[in-house]
């Protein structure tokens, strides 16, 4: 049984389903693997415009680390998988396309840190997200404290960290993690109507607007203005910045992507 579930639920649309649902789709390294394959697959692949990831059933999205993999003072291979995990995390993140996570249930750990890697995040009212790696006596390793606190602000990352509190999906909601609350019937469906409002933006666009949003948070604002002007200009140039100018004049719909 693949522990990477692949389905192109309508064209231009792929969802990646993290399949251990008898773990609650925890973590191990052969599903880090089909998870960093199917994640190249759709980055290379042009019909891919938009991608969704969920969790397996009805009790939890990724429900953080398969514990049973640290056991044992394994330094080697404790970090080894440590640094694996960062590294497809980030690539996740810059990914230049939009990720939606569509969050039911428990989102723990490493779950909740690729969902922190995710372009927007759709949530359940049943979600339960955090961070509770210190009452293991460990830490998170795969940017979940800073990706959190930028995302959240410091005394909110805070609760969720020192305190090892739990999220619930209107938490998450109020607090700007999750773009929308669904009823949990209605989280699929809403997750894909994000992917499916994703498909009229331009390809290049996206992935410029993506890398402005997560490199120009960091930089002094007149920095970031000016590397957004950069990024106009160039996109102005650009075949589907034509395209956009001339498919509104002319009153139809834009067709993207071609050279």
Avoid at 96 to 111: D, H, M, N, S, T
Wanted: proline letters at 5%; hydrophobic letters at 45%; one cysteine or more.
């Amino acid at each position: 049984m693949a522990l990477i579930e692949i389905d192109d639920p309508q064209p231009g649309i792929r969802r990646l389903t993290f399949n251990r649902p008898e773990k609650l789709n925890a973590l191990s390294t052969p599903l880090l693997h089909e998870f960093d394959a199917a994640l190249a697959a759709a980055a290379s692949d042009a019909t891919v415009r938009a991608l969704i990831l969920r969790g397996a059933g009805d009790r939890a999205f990724v429900a953080g680390a398969d514990i049973g993999e640290y056991a044992g003072d394994r330094r080697e291979a404790f970090i080894a998988y440590q640094m694996a995990a960062r590294a497809l995390f980030d690539r996740l993140e810059r990914l230049p396309k939009p990720v939606i996570a569509a969050i039911g249930g428990f989102a723990l750990g490493g779950g909740f840190e690729i969902a922190l890697c995710c372009d927007m995040i759709v949530v359940s009212e049943n979600a339960r997200l955090g961070l509770p790696e210190g009452r293991l006596g460990l830490c998170p390793g795969g940017g979940g404290t800073q990706r959190l606190t930028r995302a959240v602000g410091r005394y909110a990352a805070s609760e969720i960290m020192l305190a090892g509190w739990r999220i619930d999906g209107r938490r998450a909601h109020q607090l700007g993690l999750a773009c929308e609350l669904a009823a949990p019937e209605a989280l699929d469906d809403a997750a894909i109507a994000r992917a499916r409002a994703c498909l009229k933006i331009a390809p290049s666009a996206q992935a410029e607007m993506k890398r402005l949003i997560r490199e120009g948070v960091d930089a002094p604002l007149e920095t970031a203005k000016s590397f957004e002007q950069e990024v106009l200009f160039r996109l102005y140039s650009g075949a589907d910045g034509q395209e956009g100018i001339d498919a509104f004049l002319g009153k139809r719909e834009p067709q993207f992507g071609r050279q």
